[in-house]
């Protein structure tokens, strides 16, 4: 980074959210589900560039970007980092700094469920576990509460009604308003929804994996769930870890963080290289970039309550926002044909 933007992103300690914010119409909002919670139609998360090891500076200035733009929900959980917990840190003292007076016009949400600490009891879906996760992640963040508190994923080992009494709990001793799961497949979600009906809970969203190039949420019919069940669908990698932008379109940069985890294959990008190709073109006939495709095509569902998009920089939070989730039904059947 050169000199000059460095200096200018330390002027961002001092900035404030811009003041017309709402006024710019660049984001909708819908409704989680059938709740009275309202979430912007792209949220940002924190999972990757808002760890120990990322700019600080960018970080604050994604924030700010964001929320100028209508994002006001930031969606984290207590391992994201790397190191687990600094995305909450790193998240808390940008709230302080910039956001002070701010709270109540965001929706803050972080999650627990994979391993966070050492020994039997900083992972799962035990109250134990739950409940010390969460203290230490409002103590990390500097907040009394957040508004949607997930358990990030299912935990076979632990009865479900145990992990739902825990997040009801939660939600009565005030340290969240609203409850979520993440990655539970629909019948996981059938029995989630029968324990937290009977106990009244606020459950709200189910945190998934959703794109043109994953459709288990349609193939085991959580979508239709979340429909007739009145809960919401928040998506996560709605542009496919990057395969569905124009990052690697000319290959894995060497340098790439997906190169680095092992999560994305030249095996699995040739795979999908000729849909890839199908849907760029499709997308340049739309006027949009394959990215703008993706996230409209996601949004285009009622099931959907918000898409969560990351980014490394604010430039890519600006394109993230350039959506238009109308289609035809000849554009969806084309689509479909590209996906099959």
């Keep these: 980074m050169d000199e000059e933007t460095m200096k200018a992103l330390m002027k961002n300690k001092e900035r404030i959210p811009d003041p017309m914010r709402y006024k710019k119409e660049t984001m909708h909002y819908r409704r989680a589900g059938k709740s009275g919670l309202k979430l912007p139609e792209v949220s940002?998360?924190?999972?990757?560039?808002f760890?120990?090891?990322d700019n600080f500076e960018i970080m604050r200035d994604m924030l700010l970007t964001a929320f100028d733009n209508g994002i006001t929900h930031f969606d984290l959980a207590n391992?994201?980092?790397p190191r687990g917990g600094s995305a909450e840190e790193n998240f808390g003292k940008i709230l302080r700094e910039n956001f002070r007076g701010y709270r109540d016009e965001m929706v803050i949400s972080t999650?627990?469920?994979?391993?966070m600490w050492k020994g039997p009891y900083g992972n799962g879906g035990s109250k134990k576990y739950l409940v010390a996760s969460l203290d230490q992640s409002l103590s990390r963040m500097g907040l009394d509460y957040v508004d949607i508190y997930y358990h990030h994923r299912p935990a076979p080992e632990t009865p479900i009604e145990e992990t739902c009494y825990a997040l009801?709990?939660?939600v009565e001793q005030g340290k969240a308003l609203y409850i979520g799961i993440s990655n539970y497949n629909c019948e996981q979600t059938e029995a989630a929804v029968e324990v937290f009906r009977e106990l009244k809970?606020?459950?709200i969203l189910n945190q998934v994996c959703y794109n043109l190039l994953d459709?288990?949420?349609e193939e085991d019919g959580l979508k239709e769930y979340a429909l007739q069940q009145g809960f919401g669908l928040i998506v996560y990698s709605p542009l496919a870890q990057g395969l569905l932008t124009d990052k690697y379109k000319d290959g894995i940069p060497e340098d790439s963080r997906i190169r680095k985890s092992g999560t994305l294959t030249e095996e699995r990008l040739r795979a999908v290289e000729n849909k890839l190709t199908r849907l760029r073109v499709f997308a340049a006939d739309r006027g949009q970039t394959l990215s703008e495709l993706a996230l409209s095509w996601v949004l285009k569902d009622s099931a959907v309550s918000s898409v969560i998009t990351g980014a490394s920089s604010s430039a890519q939070i600006l394109e993230n926002i350039r959506i238009a989730p109308t289609f035809t039904e000849e554009e969806l059947e084309t689509i479909e044909q590209i996906c099959k």
Excluded: C, D, E, M
Aim: overall charge positive; proline content about 8%.
């Design 215 to 217: 459709r288990r949420v």
């Design 168 to 170: 009801h709990r939660i």
């Design 79 to 81: 391992n994201y980092g």
């Design 111 to 115: 999650k627990a469920g994979f391993p």
């Design 44 to 49: 940002l998360g924190l999972w990757q560039n």
């Design 201 to 203: 809970t606020p459950f």
């Design 51 to 53: 760890g120990s090891f």
